[in-house]
């Protein structure tokens, strides 16, 4: 089996500790051991790394993926219908761009196309193309009516009866296309729709319905919930992943941390941010009012996420990237708001974006932190993401992006040394 040993570096390795000078020797797909401080590994055989004083962390995790979305750094996609065949090849490439940057894994929150996506996810698994371990989802599931006219978007679940057949038979061939999770949109959204956030479109019965369909199949559950009815709702039947939960009020925050093992929270800042922030046009619509609701929210977020957070939820970075304003390799720049707006320190950012990261995919007894017997998806870092994390998003400062043991990216030739003889 392939030996790699990488050399003198700092290791973060995931857990929120601080890190420390060391070495780590990979051995086919996982790490074989980590050594801390002048210890030295025996690596007799292995090819050396030496990483030169740059800091080796756990590959990203993306928790908040649209691949499908199809915007990346290197090519923005802007809005046309197009076909089936290029939107998989645009969502091939966006997978690549995302690993280019330093995400070795991603937790999709909804795609284009199902199969597309499950295809896409084999692949990569199997070795064929380029692209970060996924977690494939169903596309995102409104709950408008058969007869909703086109622009009539987030319609109330109480001007409609209840439609518990279409839900089920939603999961079931979701469930056939092997997708992993499903994803409800369960309230309206204001930067889609102004003042529509709170509109709940989903009945009981039919959230009920969804749950014990996904149960059956073995699909985690995802929302997208913005107000407290809808948060306690999805939290009652047993959803996974929150995306958004921007409103909860006291009971919702206390249905959160009772749950606070089984439940992952993505407050979904990038694209706030970018809307206010990156976006000439965004304050053009709705004459400057959906741009106030967006600041108004930004701000909201800035309060809730330290009481989230102190509340020992597990909030993840991941920020809806894959628009024009906000493309595909950028994804990092979520790290630096969870610092900047959350008050989280720039371990406890890159913490939840490894170790909450790997759990949030289902692995976390082997995926998210640099220990033995955990997969080798590794990232060198030329410089300290510890001292200013906003260098994740320069894919220049990765010298070496590894995945699964196997080089994305290799280190610099002059970096490398070869095995010592056996
Ligand atoms: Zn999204």
Redesign the pocket.
């Given at each position: 089996m392939p030996r790699t040993l990488i050399t003198n570096v700092s290791i973060f390795d995931g857990s929120g500790a601080l890190p420390f000078p060391g070495e780590v020797l990979i051995e086919g797909n996982r790490v074989k051991a980590v050594a801390n401080g002048g210890e030295r590994l025996a690596a007799v055989g292995a090819a050396v790394v030496d990483g030169e004083g740059g800091t080796l962390i756990p590959g990203l995790v993306e928790s908040?993926a649209?691949l499908g979305f199809g915007s990346a750094v290197d090519r923005v996609v802007r809005g046309r219908v197009r076909s089936a065949a290029e939107m998989l090849l645009i969502t091939a490439h966006t997978a690549k761009v995302m690993l280019d940057h330093g995400f070795t894994s991603a937790y999709s929150?909804?795609a284009h196309d199902a199969s597309a996506e499950t295809a896409l996810r084999d692949e990569i698994a199997a070795g064929w193309l380029p692209g970060p371990r996924l977690r494939a989802c169903s596309f995102e599931r409104e709950a408008a009516p058969a007869t909703a006219s086109p622009g009539r978007r987030y319609v109330s679940f109480e001007q409609r009866s209840p439609d518990v057949g279409s839900v089920r038979a939603f999961v079931n061939e979701m469930a056939r296309i092997g997708v992993d999770s499903v994803k409800f949109v369960v309230t309206g959204d204001n930067s889609i729709v102004p003042n529509t956030s709170l509109v709940l479109l989903y009945h009981d019965d039919e959230l009920a319905a969804a749950a014990a369909a996904a149960r059956e199949a073995g699909l985690w559950l995802n929302a997208?919930a913005h107000s407290a009815e809808a948060i306690k709702l999805v939290l009652k039947h047993g959803f996974r992943v929150i995306?958004h939960c921007t409103w909860p009020d006291e009971e919702a925050l206390d249905m959160l941390e009772a749950r606070k093992h089984e439940i992952f929270v993505a407050p979904?800042v990038g694209l706030n941010w970018t809307n206010i922030h990156a976006d000439p046009d965004y304050a053009k619509r709705d004459n400057g009012g959906a741009l106030r609701e967006q600041i108004a929210k930004l701000d909201h977020l800035g309060e809730l996420l330290p009481v989230l957070h102190k509340r020992g939820i597990r909030l993840l970075p991941g920020g809806?990237y894959g628009f024009p304003t906000n493309p595909i390799g950028r994804n990092a720049h979520d790290l630096e708001l969870f610092v900047k707006l959350f008050g989280f320190t720039p371990a406890e950012t890159l913490s939840a974006a490894t170790k909450l990261g790997g759990e949030i995919m289902g692995m976390g007894d082997e995926l998210g932190l640099i220990r033995p017997g955990y997969l080798a998806d590794l990232l060198l870092i030329d410089g300290d993401p510890l001292h200013d994390v906003a260098l994740l998003q320069n894919a220049e400062r990765y010298l070496m992006i590894m995945k699964d043991g196997k080089y994305h990216k290799a280190p610099p030739r002059h970096r490398q040394r070869s095995a010592e003889p056996a």
């Open positions: 908040h649209h929150a909804g997208h995306y979904t809806d």
